[in-house]
Structure formats: C-alpha cells, structure tokens
T-cell receptor, first 114, second 114 residues
C-alpha cells in the first residue's frame, strides 16, 4: 500500500513565523502535490513537483514556496505565516504512468495561524 | 474561475437507496476524471475514475457516468450504506508542463441515513 505521511496533524503558529510542512511518500512516485482545503472551496493546488528539484506553481502559490531535494520528500514552506493561511494542508503523490493515474493523499495537517 | 463544479454541497439518502452525486466541468481538455471520498480528519482516498474516451465505469456498488457533450459526470452508489457517509470530491485531470494537474470540485457531503 502506498503511504503518504505528513509531519504534523495539527500545528499552531503565530503571524510572521516561518512554517515548514513536510511530506514523505514511500512508493517511489515521481509526482508530488500540495493542496489546501477550505470550506466551500474544495482542494486548491498550491505547488506540485514532477521530479527532484523541479517545481511548478499551482493555482494559489502566493505566500508559499516548496522544496524537493529528494524524490520521497516534498516540503511546503510558509515564509511568513498569515492568518489567511489557516487551513487544512494536504500532500499527495502519484506515478507518472499515463493510464489510471491516481493521487494518494496524506492525512493532512491542520494549521492554525494566530 | 471554477473549472470543476459540484453544485450540491450536501445530500441525504436513505440506506439501501441510490446516491447520485453530480459534477460539471468547463474545460474540454480534461482527459481523465476521478472521484475521491474523504472522511473527517483523513486525507481523500481514491474511489473510481473514468477516461474521457469512455462513458461509464463500474466498480462494485460505484458507477461513474460521463456525458462529454454536456460536460457532466455523476457518481452512483447503489445500494447506499451508512459507511458511505463522507465528503465526495470530483477531480479532472489535464496535461500541463509535461505532467498532470488535477482540478478539484468543492465537494458534496453525503449522509446515508440508517
């Protein structure tokens, strides 16, 4: 079974703090993704990566950056946390095979920025 | 610009009856559609998918129908069970930057009443 783990389930940070969210997958997947989930807005893509050291902006990259130094690990960085970044953050990974590609999600990190 | 829409935020169904969840999309370049199920405090899990070249895919109690001309897909669950109570997200895939990007709907909360 594919396993995607996220470093924290719950996190409380103060405005202006630098926040690191870590994601690790154990199935040698090429693609990794960071989403945030907000009520009424569904899942919105922040950044994704299709290879080590490669990254692409998603739909809402402002205020975020990412790092992928190793294939299994994809980090989301909030350079200076703000209250509007309070959200559920979900990491996902997938293979690059064309057919029947699905994403596997981690359990999520609920971040509260005070 | 919401490219994938789930217009019903919630749905209640009696146990044993059919649940029909709907999803509309606007981009004709989507080549693959997926449904995910999400329980509280967990990440979404893949449920069923369909290629844009098909109009139906069935897996046990779950069937997804795709109407390309109407840009509409639906998920049928028959018979519905209390354990099906969750939030369901539809997602559409498109090729971007040489890899795949997924656009999610806002979700429909299904409640199956015993």
């Amino acid at each position: 079974d594919v396993k995607v783990t996220q470093s924290s389930r719950y996190l409380v940070k103060r405005t202006g703090e630098k926040v690191f969210l870590e994601c690790v997958q154990d199935m040698d997947h090429e693609n990794m993704f960071w989403y945030r989930q907000d009520p009424g807005l569904g899942l919105r893509l922040i950044y994704f990566s299709y290879d080590v050291k490669m990254k692409e902006k998603g739909d809402i990259p402002e205020g975020y950056s990412v790092s992928r130094e190793k294939k299994e690990r994809f980090s989301l960085i909030l350079e200076s946390a703000s209250t509007n970044q309070t959200s559920m953050y979900l990491c996902a990974s997938s293979l690059s095979r064309r057919e029947k590609e699905t994403q596997y999600f981690g359990p999520g990190t609920r971040l509260l920025v005070l | 610009d919401q490219q994938v829409k789930q217009n019903s935020p919630s749905l209640s169904v009696q146990e044993g009856r059919i649940s029909i969840l709907n999803c509309d999309y606007t981009n004709s370049m989507f080549d693959y559609f997926l449904w995910y199920k999400k329980y509280p405090a967990e990440g979404p899990t893949f449920l069923i998918s369909i290629s844009s070249i098909k109009d139906k895919n069935e897996d046990g109690r779950f069937t997804v129908f795709l109407n390309k001309s109407a840009k509409h897909l639906s998920l049928h669950i028959v018979p519905s069970q209390p354990g099906d109570s969750a939030v369901y997200f539809c997602a559409a895939r498109k090729v971007t930057s040489g890899t795949y990007k997924y656009i999610f709907g806002t979700g429909t909360r299904l409640k199956v009443l015993a």
